[in-house]
């Protein structure tokens, strides 16, 4: 089926409120896509989701169950949900605030303790829904409502921060190769144990009209310029890799490092 069929047979409605050029229609899209290449059905899965604007996709949009819990405890929801029927898909959709900041401590421990769950942080650097704030991930120097002059902290590499915590299977794919995106979530959701995946997406609305993005092709240009497949990092000498991202999938804390250059 081509997306607008696969839309019409999951989403409640087809056409959503997120904003223009948002990308979590990309990821909207790319899963549907990936649950029909494996032969599956959206209501094979079970979807956990907390507070801000990922937390509209599956509880507004999907003809699945799904859980909208509290902001920052979608893993510890999705945790008890899955203790409960551990025979359930259980699949987490929050953002990079919802999963790394108030959620933080659930998400690393839920890691480290291999719980079988499959995590989707959908990162916009910023708090979206709430009014643009900066977040754990914001880039530095980005500006945001609450760094009008621009963010002073590091931000988290949440690559390295889940894999320090003992995940086997981590990835992150920027939402300007959806086809590499649907390989990815194909392999997340083919995984066993603990499954951790960062989709960067851009938000137009709220990060890019404040970082000179105001267009959501300017900020996937933006992604093709700063992220990088880890097959091409080692063909790249430092001065060239110095500020890109690395996208692909992640089996061990050393393997990352080895491609930062930092092991």
């Known amino acids: 089926m081509n997306i607008h069929e696969l ?3 999951y989403l409640k409605q087809e056409k959503t409120t997120f904003c223009p050029g948002c990308g979590y229609e990309i990821f909207i899209n790319c899963l549907l896509k990936a649950v029909e290449e494996m032969k599956k059905k959206l209501d094979d899965f079970n979807f956990v989701e907390g507070i801000g604007c990922s937390g509209w996709v599956a509880s507004n949009y999907f003809k699945a169950d799904n859980f909208h819990t509290t902001h920052g ?4 929801f999705a945790t008890g949900v899955k ?38 942080c959908l990162n916009n650097f910023l708090y979206g829904m709430t009014g643009g704030q900066a977040g754990p991930t914001t ?10 002059e621009g963010n002073a902290d590091i931000p988290f590499d949440l690559v390295k921060l ?15 190769y959806p086809h ?6 194909k392999n997340m959701l083919s995984a066993d144990g603990f499954r951790f ?17 105001r267009w959501a092709s300017k900020m996937l240009l933006w992604q093709k310029e700063h992220f990088i497949s880890k097959e091409k990092v080692r063909s790249l000498n430092d001065e060239t890799l110095k500020d890109k991202i690395i996208f692909g999938e992640f089996q061990s804390l050393k393997e990352y490092l080895e491609l930062l250059r930092e092991g």
């Open 180 to 185: 590499l995106l649907v390989k990815g979530i």
């Open 139 to 148: 880039p530095i120097n980005s500006k945001t409502s609450t760094t009008t």
């Open 162 to 176: 889940v894999l320090g915590a003992g995940a086997k299977y981590v990835n992150r794919y920027p939402t300007a």
């Open 73 to 76: 405890r979608p893993v510890a």
């Open 83 to 120: 203790l409960a029927n551990p025979k359930l898909n259980v699949i987490v959709i929050g953002g990079d605030g919802d999963t790394a900041s108030i959620g933080g401590n659930h998400l690393i421990h839920a890691a480290r303790k291999n719980i079988p769950i499959a995590v989707f």
């Open 7 to 9: 839309r019409k047979l």
């Open 197 to 213: 995946m960062e989709i960067i997406s851009q938000c137009p609305r709220q990060y890019g009209q404040r970082n000179q993005m």
